[in-house]
Every structure is written in C-alpha cells, then in structure tokens.
C-alpha cells in the first residue's frame, strides 16, 4: 500500500528547482550563458586538487579490499580522529575521535542529530530566513519545526521574537550561520545572547535543550568578519559540517557531526547516531571518499571568487537603492525586493532572464537571495541586465 | 531532550559484530592467520580492476565540478539509464530510467522501499533464516516484522507458515534471495507459488501487497543453480540492490531500487523516494562512485574463490555428518549444530579459535552460520581444527 503521506509531498515541489530547471530549459532557447542564473547554490570552484590528489594515490597504491572496504557504522576511526585533531586545533576545542560520527554531507547530520535529541511531538526552533528543506528535516522525524521571525536590520537573531516561541515543548534549537539566504554571520555577542537564553531555560524547564548548528558555510568567510565557532559557548551543541562547499565536493555527500565533549551524555551520542543509521539505511558516507578528505581536512578550494562576487553585486544593489545586509560569508545574498510581494519581483525579473529566488519559502516574504557561485565574468554582464530591470519595472536609476 | 528509543537500542549489541570484534582481539594475541574467523559477510575479494581504472580516469580527465557536483536527488540520470538497460538485457524486463532511483546500498533501498509501501502500524513478513538487520529497517519506519518459520529442509519458503501469517494488516513481503544465512536460492517454483499467493490474497484484501526483494547476493551464484530474477514474476515488486558483493564495494555504498514498471504507480514511485530522501538525509550515493560504477555495470570482481570454498566446506561437513543444505550462492553455508543449542555450540567452537556465528538472531535456532569469504588457504587450515572440535567436544569422527 503506497504511503499516502509521501505521495501527498510530491505537490509541494521546491521553487529553488523549478527556477533552476527553467533556467536551464531557456538555456537552451538562448544559450545558457545568457541566463543570469542566481538560483542554486551549486559551489562553481572545482574541488581542491589535493583532495584529487590523495584519492587517486588510495586507489593506485593501496589495497583496494582496504579502500572500499565497510566503513564501521561510526565512520572510519582514522578519519574520525583527525577531524578530531583539525577541529581541536582550529577552534581550541577537547573533541575525541568518540565525539566524531561521519555522515552523508549536512543533510545527514541534521537528519541524526535531529532524532537523537527530540521525540515525534516535540518542538525545534529555528529563525528565519532559514533553508527551506528544515521543514522536511525536522517534520519527517514527527517533530515540528517552529519558525522565529527575522530580525531584518542585519539578520542576526530577533531575541524577543524567539523568547516569545521558547516554551517547555521546544527540545532543539536549529541555527545555520554563515546563513542561507541573507549571508549573515552571527556575532559573538549572538551566540553568547542565545547561548544565555537557552542555559536559563534549561533550569527552568528542567530538561536539556540542544543547539544543532549547520554549518556547511563555515569556511566561506569574508574579510575581517567576526565568526565565532558556535560549540565553544554552549555546552549541549551538535556541529553538522560538510565538505560540501569547503571542498567543493556537494555529490560525494561526506560531512560529519561533531558532539561537543561537555554535553549531556556526550560518550554515547555518537553510539546512538550509529543506531539511528540503522534504521534510515544511511550506513557512512564512501569510504574512499572519507580516507581522502581526512588527508585534506585543513584545505580549501579556492573560495576568493565568491567574495570577488559578493563584493560586486553588494556595490551594485547599494547603487541601486536597494535595501540589503552586506554577506558576512556564504555565496548568498537576500536584498529586500522593489515591491512587497517578492514573487511578483521574481517573476519580472524572470523576463530579462534574470533567475532570483523569492524569499516566501525562507520564511521571511518580501526578499530575494542570489546565489552568486557562478563566474565572475557573468556576474559582470549581469549588471546592466539588473539595471534595465530596475528601471524599466521600476522606475529605480542609479 | 535525548532520544529515550534510540538509547535503548544501545542495549542491542550484534552477536555477529561481538564475534568479529572478539576474533579481532584474539588475531592479536595468536596472530590473525589461527583465528578461523567465519563470522562477518566482508567481501574478501579485490573490486574489479575496471571500476578502479574508470575511477581514476574520471578523476585525472573530468571537469571535476562535473565529477563531484550534486547529484540529482533521484540519481545522476546517465547512470540511473545505464542501469535501466543493462537489467533490461539481462532479464528481458522494461526498466525505463524513471524507475531506477540509487541508494546508499541495499540498506538506503529498503529504507526507501520499505517507508514508500507501509505505513506505521503496517506488518511486513520475512522468512527466516533472515538477515538480523531487518528488525531495525522494518521496525524504524514505524511498521512491524513479522517472521514466517523457516523450511529448513531446503531453506525455500514454508507456504503453510506463510499463509498462516498473512492478514490484512501485511503491506509487504520482505523476501532475500540468495539467502543471508542459508545461502539459498529461491528457485522458480518458489516464487512462482509465492507471487500466486500474493496475487490472490491482493484480490481478498483488496489491496496492494509489495514483494520487496533484497538482491546484494544476485551475482554470487553456484553453478547450476535456477536463480529467476524476482520482479519477473510479481508485479508489485521493488528490487534492491547493491554492488557491494558483485563488485567488492561494500564501503562506497552504492545500489540501488528498480521498481517494476507494471507496478502499481510505478511512474512516481521514484519520485516519492526522492521525497523520503529529504527526511532521512539520504541525498544519493556519491557522485564519482556513481559515475564510475555504470561504467562496469555487468563487471564483477572474481566471485570464484566463493564456490570453491563453498565446495571444500560443504564436502566437509557432509564428511562429518552434519545436517546441511548446499548453498545455490552467496559465501555463506547454515549447517545444524550439534546441539540444540546453537549459542552452546558456538561457544565451545570459540575455544578452538573457530568463530561461528548462532542462528538464534536469524529467526532459526539450532543453526549456526560461516561465511566463507576468506582465503581458501584458511578455509582449508581450519579443516583439521573442525575435526578437532567436533571429535573432542561431541565425539563426531568422519
């Protein structure tokens, strides 16, 4: 018998994709080159060379009933120990190799960490805007996702808003910093606030209530911004990382979450990840890929492009007289649109082969986020399309 | 909030992974080379020369934003083609790609394949001897298994068991062939009945029952023997596979489900797993080992040394009188023990360094499992030890 409740999920498809196939199908009218495809945050840096490197050295030199042998169901102890290592000595943390557990990218952290610390029924806050797919992370596990409204001056955290949704009910705080959409870092004085809020809450609810961090944009810093490393000011914390956009390596899906060594029952999390895994088939990421990235845990691709980018297009949209928070990081950008509904801006702009995302699903209406991980040289030309947008919908000049 | 369910699981430790983990421990104190360690189903050998070489090809001559770029969630759709035809050509079925999704291995399809046809409250039935496993895959989605006694005079299915067990609350079939533990093959004649079965009992119920099969043993057959392709009989059926037997991957996680196009809503299913993928994390299997694979799609590793140790082991026991049926495939053989109690015979097996693994986890007590995925060499020293064990300890000569 079907399962009617995913059935009824294939009518809600991702507005993110369907720009992204339109984008592409007009690709094909016009030359893709001449669609300004500000749609997918698709990392557009080939992977760091070192990273190829080192797997085409395991698979040339070492035995291969070795290299793409069963990973144990916490991931190889090698690797999760020199995560260990890198983290320790970069965020001046205490992991051990026990506090590591290797997933499939940040979709699956998220999707153990959120069924270790919550049970169908409970609450999990996160604050907008937020990536989309948290809906489907948290709700298939039969908890609730709660949304705290945006704090739009600088998309830091809007405190009162989330104390007003703090209640006994809420067993996890989700955060996402360097943010998608809007860019954002949060401040050392953000996690420190957060951190407060929950550590009173806790007393006074009398039970533990876990801060999941995704961080896949964690190395995707700009210049001289403040970005503290959440698990060092709050004690219950579970990192989500992924090499995703570090590495640019989205499809080999490796990732891992770090369990900071001072929360409750910090010895057994990893343990109990392992059995969740049992039960969502997720069994480790590949473990030629993990023997890999673990040679390469301190590299990057080259990520410049991305500033270079951001850089550009905040300079432009300032010219413009559009309202918009500089990107602290990330390859996003989320400028308040010319008009309050957002789709209506995105459909207009639509026409001049501009693809912006609307910002409704991000639960914060009336923006829009470009994903500027595409070439320099396209941002560029995209200028002038933007400018004739502005003006001609709009009325706006520089 | 931590998981109060998950935690308890903690308290479930395999019997198979003690027993691998004990033999680990002993290896050191011995030397490896005298533990004669038949207790983990670890492919032993090499992966097929031409996935390493397509590997390192793509690595050293692809665009590597191609190479590792996100997968579509369904799969990359040049592979998910490949698989499509290559199953065409070798079981005369109609596969189009939309009916292939890939997996992290046969345990990401059965997560897939098992919450897309069962609700929770759900039954699935198995037939025993079976794979441990199953309890947490089944049991996880919130659905209940439920065990059909085994026919151990042949290790096809028990038909009365089976029909007793059935009810209207059955949403799936969970069948394995070739059979972890027994090594069986379920020949025509058995899925034959079953599907028979299964078509009327859809017909009374008044709706769908799903065979799901789970197919990682499928190239490792003996020869002679009469292995029908599953889906080939029964129209409700999901295949699940995985190349980590066939091709020697077991670490890289690769397979996936080919849902039968006569199935009912055959057209979406693979869409719906794309959906159950976003709750679970799953996000495909990794882009470079996808690529690689459906290039060596009808390659397999040298299977051969399995059927000589097969032959070696089998001759053996039939010399010492065991009651044993002879494995149509897979490296695993499941003789009766020389006592009823499987877990007492195992033990004192343990004192001569020969690790078997009991039966009682596989819903057959009074069995125990080998698997013969180890050296002939070392299958043919541990001979002499057997005679040994089973001369001094039940006084068995051949």
């Known amino acids: 018998m079907i399962n009617?409740?995913?059935?009824?999920?294939?009518?809600?498809?991702?507005?993110?994709?369907?720009?992204?196939?339109y984008a592409t199908e007009r690709g094909k009218e016009i030359g893709y080159e001449n669609v300004?495809?500000?749609?997918?945050?698709?990392?557009?840096?080939p992977c760091a060379p070192e990273f190829t490197d080192e797997l085409v050295k395991l698979l040339k030199e070492e035995d291969p009933v070795y290299v793409h042998g069963y990973s144990p169901s916490l991931g190889i102890t090698s690797v999760r120990e020199r995560v260990a290592e890198s983290l320790n000595k970069r965020f001046n943390m205490n992991y051990k190799t026990e506090h590591i557990f290797m997933t499939s990218g940040a979709a699956g952290a998220l999707a153990h960490a959120l069924r270790c610390v919550t049970k169908p029924g409970d609450e999990v806050l996160t604050f907008a805007p937020f990536f989309p797919e948290y809906y489907q992370y948290v709700n298939q596990t039969g908890a609730n996702l709660k949304i705290v409204s945006a704090s739009t001056k600088d998309f830091q955290i809007n405190f009162d808003a989330f104390e007003e949704k703090l209640s006994e009910n809420v067993a996890a705080v989700l955060i996402n910093?360097?943010?998608?959409?809007?860019?954002?870092?949060?401040?050392?004085?953000?996690?420190?606030?957060?951190?407060?809020?929950?550590?009173?809450?806790?007393?006074?609810?009398?039970h533990d209530i876990?801060?999941?961090?995704?961080?896949?944009?964690?190395?995707i810093l700009f210049d001289g911004v403040d970005a503290p490393y959440v698990s060092a000011y709050y004690d219950n914390s579970l990192s989500c990382y992924s090499f995703s956009k570090s590495l640019s390596l989205p499809g080999e899906r490796i990732g891992y979450i770090a369990v900071n060594p001072k929360c409750r029952d910090a010895e057994i999390l990893s343990v109990m990840f392992g059995q969740i895994s049992r039960g969502i088939g997720h069994n480790c990421p590949a473990s030629s890929i993990q023997l890999a990235v673990s040679k390469?845990?301190?590299?990057?691709?080259?990520?410049?492009?991305?500033?270079?980018?951001?850089?550009?297009?905040?300079?432009?949209?300032?010219?413009?007289?559009f309202e918009v928070v500089k990107p602290g990081g990330?390859?996003?950008i989320f400028p308040k649109a010319l008009e309050d509904d957002a789709n209506a801006f995105c459909m207009k702009a639509k026409k001049y082969d501009l693809i912006l995302v609307p910002s409704d699903n991000f639960g914060c209406p009336g923006y829009f986020r470009m994903a500027y991980c595409i070439d320099t040289e396209k941002v560029l030309r995209s200028l002038p399309v933007l400018e004739k947008f502005v003006k001609e919908e709009y009325g706006v000049t520089p």
């Open 296 to 321: 390469v845990l301190d590299k990057t691709s080259d990520l410049s492009v991305y500033e270079t980018n951001m850089n550009i297009i905040y300079d432009e949209l300032v010219k413009l007289n």
């Open 36 to 45: 300004f495809d500000y749609s997918l945050g698709n990392p557009s840096v």
């Open 210 to 219: 876990f801060i999941i961090s995704d961080e896949p944009y964690r190395e």
């Open 330 to 332: 990330t390859f996003y």
């Open 177 to 206: 910093t360097p943010n998608n959409p809007s860019g954002a870092v949060y401040s050392t004085e953000t996690i420190k606030t957060l951190a407060d809020i929950l550590y009173k809450k806790q007393k006074e609810y009398g």
């Open 4 to 21: 009617e409740g995913y059935k009824a999920l294939l009518k809600g498809k991702s507005i993110i994709r369907e720009l992204s196939e």
